[in-house]
């Protein structure tokens, strides 16, 4: 892979190789069977999201269908509607099971959206600076520097108290909160990237810019960047269930993962162990996942590891 | 070197400047702190004086040039709730945190560096796969959470050490800390291994990241090639590399660590200025919240300036003239 | 540390018995929230004024259910319509070993409303009210109209040193020097955000503690502050969390002290505009605000189960409220019961009054404010929409929502429609939430300062009015009972339930539970 830079690859050598990028990559990914098995794991808490309605027996958003009296049941206990609580319930009579399969919906949609949103967001600011370099470097970074001094928890406030609570709005608290980590990294990589030969060189052969960054520049920033992306979108869906710990999170009627946990932690001295243990291995289930496909996907992605 | 210095200065006042901007009117758009202070029993005519008294009964930028006046005497206002002057309640409560922010660091370095060393080694050893997951683990669970089972189990079951609150102080070159005495050692050590807890999840990963990627690079192929035991090749080489990226994102993590003690200065009634913010904003104290993001905003300008030099030391090619404005 | 204390305590044993009754026996207690100030005029607030009330004493006690009983003050009375006499105790001794007269309390009253920076001021008790004094141990109060609340407001002022007190500054109460007062403890250290020291006054004139060392730390997360107290740290906890009360008392460790406390719980609905924000037809369209109708009032009254709200949200710990404050109090009625929960009537009620098919809207509240505060707002709106009513839930931090709830609409109007919030009753009788909740909105006079529903009576106003000037106790008691009986009637609001308030404590410690919801080292006891 690295003796390309040296030359532009020619539409002969792509149209002799025999695989696709794609195949090869693919063949990669799954000789690990961690990472596999975490893919299958992560589908299929992605599908029991998605399919959520039709396959709990309480929407835990309608409270026509939530009653208090069914609060703290065990696992097993039966519903007042008639149906079995597997996991039990919470506090305020929602079905766990239902709850933890909606509440993955609103955690994986925060989570992915603020990740993508601010990786995208933060690596092209990162590359920016990182080629401008001068004063809209000096400028960029100080942004920078501004951002990352922001606690996340004060961010949040604010946002609820100027736009009122809601997903969307802590979506863009944490891409607010986060972007600045992704710019960072790129900046910092882009730096060390930009002082060695093969740039120069790319430079002195008369290869524009935008080339250099997106071809040479941009793929030695991708090790780093799904570090800090994987370990960032882990956080993000915990740092939600933070802000919902510090007072400030999603609204307490439409609860995401984040908010079960955080409301589980009242109880976790009281002996009912289900309303925080359940919740809580959902969202494990779900972060260590994405963190497993994100480890392999680095060392996948990354040509100087390769034998 | 000195010029370079003096720029980025001039560059954090001028952060610093926009920071008190958007940070004072941030704060201001945020409820109502006078019914956060009056008591219930007070009427219309005690609340309308509150009012006035906070002068909160003028336009906003009369406020902001009244606190930028007071700024530039080194008075960042009056905290609503104590009546203190914002800036010496945060320094009183700041060696607390720094305490704690500095031992957490200093946890996840200690921990974090040479278990990512092993695992970028030795990849597929069954150690290496036990401390990759486990620092999964590290920064799936939230912080709160794993906080109050460190209680349960070392201060509840266990009893090795108290659950909460800060120790006695010891001094020790004229310092005065909780860590230079056995008491003060005993009740932080929960505290800081909860706050460390992610950044040495951090440091491991980048560390053995690091590592993989150094030792597939030409230059240890040399070094090995010219005979050298591995033992330096790691020590010398490969540690110098890997250091860039952890330096700058331990770096980072020393303003996310202080930002982040909010949560665990709550869960271990830790009397630091985490905890003093989060009262602050849930309680609406607006000076403090102002107070706090400027000190905040400084120390973490001046954090970065050491970074950038750090660097430069670190690895030559980096050159400090490069960025200037 | 505690462990250490403990060892001490084992290698020091003997010598302990030795030293006789008199032992050295230190108490530190877990509070959820500090006080702002050791000066006990800078901020009324009850963090504060529990913690002042180790080291100051007042002319009127407060016993743990807010009686009135002689403190520095042996007796009080009204001697003409407009003027009460105080007669002060004698030999009392300041902490500095000056003694106590009606300098003293003249000072304090001067200054005590008049605090710098003072964030919550003491002046809304003093207002109106001109004090002299006779001879050293005798003192008039003097206002305009007749006053019968005089020995419950000065019971809220604590009486500090004329030497070197009223001229003090609040940082040097904090700081130690001015701390001094004729209390049951004296002052030993003041950390913010970590712990006050006290220590026993040897000399003081009235019931002496049996805690020669006591420490307060603030804890303020719930299960940390529980685990203290089970990891050993603490002696006691205040505010334990309702959820781990069932474990704690399975605990042979521990005891539960509980007491109900003078704050109920109660939901305003807004009665004063035609076109109300968070009201809406079904479907979403506007509609004249239905809650101006009592008939709706009273069905959403009906339509909740208030043992439902104390049994599943609150676990059993709390008290069905029918009125505003407990019984046993001053000012409550003997006639008015607990709404009964009726699902049915309340439709029933609702078709009668226009609507069979029920309406939309939103309830507001507090999440960080009262015990279970966002779960009751969640179950209220469960109930609701179980007849109709389809009822949607928002609650904010306390920061945030106060301020919107008292004056976020337009034209400093209440915002919401449908609010959850709470009232505790400071002077301890019932005057207290009828003037400010009931009464109508009106600044001049101070009245309905937290009328967040505009209710509007014009008979109640007068009940209340001709009470609040009404010295004689029985005709005053009388009055407010009326008065509280017709605004429940009306449904002005709907109480839902009083707070019980639960302490912890080591095995063989317990705490007389305070309906004021104070945390005092006085009042814990060994069994």
């Given at each position: ?37 975490a ?28 009653s ?23 506090g ?76 969307d709005k ?13 710019a ?5 990589t ?7 030969e ?6 002195c ?48 009627t ?24 359940f ?25 100087r590891?390769?034998? | ?25 941030g ?46 005497q ?14 010496r ?12 922010a ?53 201060a ?5 050490v ?50 993989r ?9 040399y070094?090995r ?11 010398v ?28 200065e ?54 400090l003239?490069d960025?200037?404005? | ?30 509070l ?19 913690t ?11 016993n ?10 042996t007796?009080?009375?009204p ?13 009392v ?6 003694d ?18 003072s ?12 004090v ?5 141990f005798?003192i ?5 109209e ?11 002022i ?7 007190g ?29 712990s ?42 205040a505010a ?13 460790d ?16 807004d ?32 339509a ?13 710990v709390?008290?069905?409220?029918g ?7 001053f000012?409550?009625?003997?006639k ?26 939103t ?6 404010r ?7 707002a ?40 449908f ?6 009753a400071?002077?301890g ?23 967040r529903?505009r ?23 009388e ?9 429940i ?12 308030n ?13 309906t004021?919801?104070?945390?005092l080292?006085?009042?814990v006891?060994?069994?």
């Open positions: 892979m690295t003796d390309t830079t040296a030359a532009p690859p020619s539409e002969v050598a792509k149209s002799a190789k025999v695989e696709t990028p794609f195949q090869r990559f693919r063949a990669e990914f799954f000789e690990s069977t961690i990472a596999t098995v893919l299958g794991v992560f589908i299929i808490i992605v599908l029991l999201a998605i399919f959520a309605p039709w396959i709990t027996p309480q929407n835990p958003y309608d409270l026509a269908q939530v208090v009296m069914d609060g703290r049941l065990p696992p097993g206990a039966e519903a007042f509607d008639g149906y079995t609580m597997w996991l039990g319930s919470d305020s009579g929602r079905d766990l099971y239902s709850a933890i399969l909606y509440g993955l919906r609103i955690s994986l949609t925060v989570g992915l959206a603020s990740g993508v949103i601010a990786l995208l967001i933060g690596m092209a600011i990162g590359l920016i600076a990182a080629y401008a370099g001068g004063r809209i470097e000096a400028f960029i970074m100080r942004v920078v520097d501004l951002q990352l001094s922001f606690p996340a928890s004060l961010v949040a406030l604010m946002m609820v108290a100027a736009l009122g609570k809601g997903v802590i979506i863009l608290a944490l891409v607010i909160a986060q972007w600045a980590y992704y960072r990294t790129v900046r910092a882009a730096l060390v990237e930009r002082g060695k093969y740039v120069e060189a790319a430079q052969l008369g290869i524009s810019r935008a080339r250099i960054v997106f071809r040479h520049i941009l793929p030695n920033c991708m090790a780093p960047l799904i570090v800090v992306g994987t370990v960032q979108t882990a956080s993000a869906i915990s740092l939600e269930a933070t802000l919902s710990f510090l007072g400030v999170g999603l609204p307490q439409e609860p995401s993962i984040g908010v079960l946990i955080a409301n589980g932690f009242e109880y976790m001295l009281s002996g009912r162990y289900w309303i925080s243990v919740p809580g291995i959902a969202l494990l289930l779900t972060v260590v996942s994405i963190n497993l496909v994100g480890d392999h996907l680095r060392d996948v992605l990354n040509p590891l390769k034998k | 070197m000195t010029v370079f210095i003096i720029r980025r200065l001039m560059q954090a006042i001028l952060v610093v400047f926009l920071m008190s901007v958007i940070v004072f009117f704060v201001n758009i945020v409820g109502d702190p006078v019914y956060m202070l009056v008591s219930p029993d007070a009427d219309q005519a005690d609340i309308a004086a509150a009012i006035q008294r906070l002068g909160l009964d003028r336009p906003i930028w009369e406020q902001y040039w009244l606190f930028l006046k007071g700024a530039a080194g008075d960042l206002g009056d905290s609503f709730i104590f009546g203190e002057p914002a800036l309640l945060i320094l009183h409560h700041m060696p607390a945190t720094m305490e704690l500095f031992s957490a660091l200093m946890l996840a370095i200690i921990i974090g560096i040479p278990l990512g060393l092993y695992a970028g080694l030795y990849p597929d050893s069954g150690l290496s796969k036990g401390i990759m997951a486990s620092s999964i683990l590290g920064f799936s669970l939230p912080t709160f959470w794993v906080g109050l089972m460190l209680i349960m189990l070392f509840v079951e266990l009893r090795w108290p659950a909460t609150g800060r120790g006695d102080l010891g001094s020790l070159l004229g310092i005065e800390s909780s860590l230079f005495t056995l008491d003060g050692l005993s009740h932080i050590f929960l505290p800081a291994l909860n706050l460390a807890l992610l950044k040495i999840s951090l440091a491991i990963r980048l560390t053995r990241a690091g590592v990627e150094a030792m597939g690079q030409d230059y240890v192929k070094a090639a010219k005979g050298l035991s591995t033992r330096r090749i790691i020590s080489h490969v540690m110098k590399n890997i250091m860039i990226p952890v330096v700058t994102v331990m770096g980072l993590e020393f303003g996310s660590l202080i930002g982040f003690s909010v949560v665990t709550t869960i271990f009634a830790w009397p630091g200025m985490g905890k003093l913010l989060i009262d602050a904003i849930l309680q609406l104290d607006r000076p403090v919240v102002v107070a706090y993001l400027m000190i905040i905003v400084l120390f973490f300008v001046l954090i970065n300036l050491i970074v950038d030099i750090l660097y430069s030391i670190l690895d030559p090619r980096v050159r003239q960025q200037g404005a | 540390m505690r462990k250490l204390t403990a060892a001490t305590a084992v290698a020091f044993g003997i010598m302990a018995m030795a030293a006789g009754a008199a032992s050295a026996e230190k108490l530190t207690i877990g959820a929230s500090e006080p702002t100030a050791l000066d006990p005029h800078f901020h009324n607030l009850g963090p504060n004024n529990a002042t009330l180790h080291i100051f004493d007042r002319l009127v006690d407060q743990e259910k807010q009686q009135l009983l002689p403190g520095l003050a007796s009080w009375k001697i003409n319509d407009t003027t009460w006499e105080f007669k002060l105790r004698e030999g001794k300041f902490h500095d070993g000056s106590f007269n009606a300098d003293d309390v003249v000072c304090t009253i001067e200054r005590a409303p008049n605090v710098p920076n964030p919550s001021s003491f002046g809304t008790y003093l207002k109106g009210k001109t002299e004094k006779i001879d050293d005798t008039h109060f003097k206002t305009a007749p006053y019968p609340l005089m020995a419950n407001d000065i019971s809220t604590r009486i500090i040193s004329n030497e070197t009223c001229n003090a500054t609040t940082e040097d109460f904090n700081a130690g020097p001015a701390a001094v007062g004729t209390g049951p403890f004296k002052f030993v250290s003041y950390t913010p955000g970590e006050i020291v006290m220590e026993r006054n040897e000399d003081y004139w009235g019931k002496k503690p049996i805690w020669s060392e006591i420490e307060f730390r603030p804890i303020s997360s719930g299960p940390s502050r529980v685990a203290s107290l089970l990891a050993g740290d603490v002696d006691m906890i334990v969390p309702t959820t781990d009360i069932t474990t704690l008392k399975a605990n042979g521990v005891t539960l002290s509980q007491g109900v406390s003078n704050r109920v719980i109660y939901l305003h609905m009665q004063f505009r035609e076109n109300s924000p968070f009201v809406k037809a079904n479907g979403g369209g506007d509609i004249k605000n239905p809650l101006m109708d009592v008939r709706v009032r009273k069905a959403i009254s009906m909740i189960s208030r043992d439902a709200i104390v049994e599943r949200v609150m676990e059993g709390a008290l069905p409220a009125q505003l404050l407990p019984e046993g109090f000012g409550v009625s003997d008015l019961d607990v709404v009964a929960y009726d699902p049915e009537g309340a439709k029933a009620m609702l078709a009668e009054a226009g609507y069979p098919d029920g309406f939309e809207m309830i507001h509240g507090p999440n960080d009262y015990i279970n505060d966002a779960k009751i969640e179950a209220v709106a469960q109930m609701l929409t179980r007849v109709g009513i389809k009822t949607a839930v928002e609650t904010m931090p306390r920061s945030v929502y106060f301020g919107r709830a008292s004056r976020g609409g337009e034209g400093d109007l209440p915002e919401f429609s609010i959850l919030v709470g009232w505790g400071g002077s009788e019932a005057s207290s939430p009828l003037k400010s909740l009931i009464h109508t909105f009106d600044a001049d006079k101070g009245f309905g300062s937290s009328n529903g209710h509007s009576d014009l008979e109640t106003d007068a009940l209340i009015e001709e009470a609040l000037r009404t010295v004689d106790d029985a005709k005053r008691q009055l407010l009972a009326q008065a509280t009986e017709r605004a009637e009306n449904v002005a609001i709907i109480p839902t339930h009083f707070q019980v639960t302490w912890a404590s080591r095995k063989g410690l317990k705490y007389n539970a305070r004021d919801e104070y945390t080292a006085m009042g006891e060994k069994e």
